[in-house]
């Protein structure tokens, strides 16, 4: 028998494991995978919440696990379906479900036992994928057997091999909790026996430093007062004063000795001043005689010089007086003026109007009845 193939097409897991590498490599381009988003798990936790199937074996291995590795560990378990349809969907409600509880969960465990690949096709889900990394609360996943690994197990904060080994990294055994006590006692005195020594040292050597600047200071205190002891204003109260008397005295005889000597050569300057005086106004005569001379040819010179302009002047002062306005007052004429200066016409007023009228003895001021 022969066979003649005219095309392939994968089916069955093939096909399956082809969208599961599709869909893996879609998340991690998205960053879901990378190592830096993935939360730090608590290395003792406290509560626990555990996400799978109530009905199989699975929820015994945790709980047994747990119990014996460590019973102060509190477990909430939240079941939902593990396999079959619609069990990714209950599983993001149980996820959803387990971070609101109060007070939350130190970490969440999504677990899972044994199956085959389309078993476990279920947490390949692209939308239970995201729940898991979008969680609010760290996501432990032990989902099938040390070869399977899913999706979720991609995108959780931890992947254990097992939900046994799952259960066991978050719930250190006591053994192990008092060995790291043990340890940690054992360091911690070692430390504070090195602070201790270390500070003891520290504190010697800042005694000694205090002791040698005590000393240092107490010597520099003795020396300044051994100084003021030796001073005389300590010794003897009255030196002060009894230096202040010489002191006053040898200024007193000073200043009046300055004072003698000031007086005797202001004197002797005074008396010499008549005689300075009388010498420096011997040539007054002469001068005298010169300036009574100067001032002769001056007012001659004045009287030759102020004739010609004077008479001049008297003719034009007499001709200005004949043409003077004031001349032509004293024969008996005025002027009128109105308010816009001298009025040269009648029509310059009407009746009402103020007018002055200047004559040679004085302006006379009225109020015009009629214009003729």
């Keep these: 028998m022969s066979f003649v193939a005219r095309s392939f097409s994968l089916a069955g897991e093939g096909l399956l494991r082809q969208q599961v590498a599709q869909l893996a490599?879609?998340?991690r381009r998205e960053g879901l995978m990378d190592e830096s988003r993935k939360r730090r798990i608590p290395?003792?936790?406290?509560?626990?919440?555990?996400?799978?199937?109530?009905?199989?074996?699975?929820?015994?291995?945790?709980?047994?696990?747990?119990?014996?590795?460590?019973?102060?560990?509190?477990?909430?378990?939240?079941?939902?379906?593990?396999?079959?349809?619609?069990?990714?969907?209950?599983?993001?409600?149980?996820?959803?479900?387990?971070?609101?509880?109060?007070?939350?969960?130190?970490?969440?465990?999504?677990?899972?036992g044994g199956g085959s690949f389309e078993d476990l096709m279920t947490f390949n889900d692209e939308e239970l994928a995201r729940a898991v990394a979008a969680c609010p609360v760290p996501v432990v996943t032990g989902i099938g057997h040390e070869p399977d690994t899913s999706i979720c197990d991609m995108v959780s904060d931890r992947r254990a091999s097992t939900p046994t080994a799952a259960a066991e990294s978050v719930a250190p055994a006591m053994t192990e909790l008092a060995d790291v006590l043990e340890a940690r006692h054992q360091r911690l005195g070692a430390a504070m026996a090195s602070m201790i020594g270390s500070a003891q040292v520290d504190l010697e050597m800042l005694d000694q430093r205090g002791r040698r600047a005590w000393d240092t200071y107490t010597a520099r205190l003795g020396d300044a007062l051994?100084?003021?002891?030796?001073?005389?204003?300590?010794?003897?109260?009255?030196?002060?004063?009894e230096r202040r008397e010489s002191e006053l005295a040898l200024?007193?005889?000073?200043?009046?000795?300055?004072?003698?000597?000031?007086?005797?050569?202001?004197?002797?300057?005074?008396?010499?001043?008549?005689?300075?005086?009388?010498?420096?106004?011997?040539?007054?005569?002469?001068?005298r005689h010169a300036l009574t001379l100067a001032s002769s040819r001056?007012?001659?010179?004045?009287?030759?010089?102020?004739?010609?302009?004077?008479?001049?002047?008297?003719?034009?002062?007499?001709?200005?007086?004949?043409?003077?306005?004031?001349?032509?007052?004293?024969?008996?004429?005025?002027?009128?003026?109105?308010?816009?200066?001298?009025?040269?016409?009648?029509?310059?007023?009407?009746?009402?109007?103020?007018?002055?009228?200047?004559?040679?003895?004085?302006?006379?001021?009225?109020?015009?009845?009629?214009?003729?």
């Excluded at 003792?44 to 199937?53: L, Q, Y």
């Excluded at 709980?63 to 990714?88: D, F, I, S, Y």
């Excluded at 005389?232 to 030196?239: A, G, I, Q, S």
Aim: proline share 5%; net charge positive.
């Design 25 to 27: 490599e879609k998340l």
């Design 43 to 112: 290395v003792f936790c406290s509560r626990v919440a555990v996400v799978t199937s109530l009905s199989g074996a699975v929820i015994d291995d945790v709980k047994r696990t747990l119990r014996r590795r460590n019973p102060l560990v509190e477990l909430v378990c939240v079941g939902a379906k593990v396999q079959g349809e619609g069990a990714p969907a209950e599983l993001i409600d149980g996820l959803r479900r387990a971070a609101s509880i109060t007070p939350a969960p130190d970490c969440i465990l999504l677990v899972r």
């Design 226 to 241: 051994d100084a003021a002891a030796c001073r005389p204003c300590l010794n003897d109260p009255t030196f002060m004063v």
């Design 251 to 287: 200024t007193a005889d000073r200043l009046s000795g300055a004072i003698v000597r000031s007086v005797g050569t202001f004197r002797s300057n005074f008396e010499r001043l008549p005689e300075r005086l009388i010498t420096s106004t011997s040539g007054l005569d002469g001068k």
């Design 298 to 372: 001056l007012e001659h010179q004045g009287r030759t010089m102020l004739s010609k302009p004077a008479s001049d002047l008297s003719r034009a002062a007499a001709s200005l007086d004949a043409l003077s306005p004031l001349k032509v007052l004293a024969r008996g004429y005025s002027i009128a003026y109105s308010d816009d200066g001298v009025a040269t016409s009648a029509k310059t007023f009407k009746p009402g109007d103020a007018i002055r009228v200047r004559m040679a003895d004085g302006n006379v001021a009225a109020t015009v009845d009629t214009v003729e």
